[in-house]
């Protein structure tokens, strides 16, 4: 699933892409990745003709804007991806929507599994859209001032805490899985119980996770998932490497699960609370 690098690194391609450009035609497959009140109809006349201005992003979501006071949002879900072609190369399969640019060029929205989101919007609802998405790390920058605001008043494991949303946009289970490593905070630790010193080190390793992933996706044109990779090495400190030796310690990375997610840690580096709060108990998938 697209994380906030993937999808900044997105917005990136998509802004050189776009430059300049003026969309001739565009066309949409009545699919369940149209969303709202777009269908393949409104889609195409909504987007025909109009130039690009500009692309921002906010946590994993898209919002693309066009003359005319023309938007599209877009959420990449969990397969989504917007890929060039020339004119007259083959689309490419699970294609579910097309710009054809003036100068011949195609960007297809491919998506495999239909989870991703696409809805022309009027361009001056970009700010509704993301009102319940709390700060971008990447964006709005992080500190242990901000964090430490964010994530009080919660006993919360937290780890379930930094994948919510509203609390800091953008963030997925690789993101989260490594900046606690990185800081040295067990994924079950209760968010209010987190020391200024622990907070601080995670607002470093959040963003220190964020431009590690950044810059793995430098030399792509396209996200390529670094869970679909097959031809370059594991780039992450613990994500992936359930049984292998910590990089810090050498004790072996365990995994265990909260909230329906896999937590690969080290027990040794990432000390686990003395007592667990009440709630939902914790599941350990250790070897």
């Known amino acids: 699933m697209p ?12 802004r050189r892409l776009l430059e300049g450009a003026r969309i001739e035609r565009a066309e ?8 709202g009140k777009t ?9 025909a003709g109009r130039s690009f ?41 699970h294609g579910r929507a097309r710009l054809v640019l003036q100068d011949g060029r195609v960007l297809d929205y491919v998506d495999v599994r239909m989870l991703g ?20 790390p990447l964006r709005d920058g992080l ?6 605001a964010r994530i009080a008043g919660t006993s919360r494991p937290i780890k379930n805490v930094l994948l919510d949303q509203s609390v800091l946009a953008g963030l997925g289970n690789i993101q989260v899985t490594e900046a606690l490593f990185r800081a040295r905070v067990h994924p079950s630790r209760a968010a209010d119980a987190l020391t200024p010193a622990e907070i601080e080190a ?23 998932y670094l869970s679909d990779r097959t031809d370059a090495p594991n780039p992450f400190l613990v994500y992936g490497r359930v049984g292998e030796p910590c990089p810090r310690c050498g004790a072996p990375i365990r995994t265990l699960t909260i909230a329906g997610r896999t937590s690969p840690h080290c027990a040794r580096c990432q000390k686990k609370p ?14």
């Not at 994380?3 to 917005?11: G, I, K, R, S, W």
């Not at 269908?39 to 987007?47: C, D, Q, R, S, V």
């Not at 590690?212 to 030399?219: D, I, Q, S």
């Open 3 to 14: 994380e906030l690098p993937e999808v900044e690194h997105q917005a990136r391609a998509l």
């Open 28 to 35: 949409a497959d009545a699919t369940p990745v149209l969303k």
């Open 39 to 47: 269908t393949p109809a409104t889609f195409a006349a909504g987007l």
């Open 53 to 93: 201005c500009g692309i921002e992003r906010v946590g994993k979501l898209l919002l693309l804007s066009f003359d005319a006071g023309t938007g599209l949002a877009c959420h990449l879900g969990m397969t989504g991806r917007w890929r060039a072609r020339a004119a007259g190369d083959a689309p490419p399969r």
């Open 117 to 136: 989101r696409l809805q022309i919007v009027p361009r001056d609802t970009f700010a509704t859209l993301a009102s319940s998405l709390g700060p971008d």
């Open 143 to 148: 500190d242990a001032q901000r964090l430490g």
């Open 202 to 224: 995670l607002a470093d390793g959040i963003l220190a996770t964020i431009m590690h992933t950044l810059a793995v996706h430098e030399r792509d044109d396209e996200i390529i």
């Open 274 to 287: 003395a007592a667990t709060r009440p709630g939902r108990p914790e599941r350990s998938n250790a070897k």
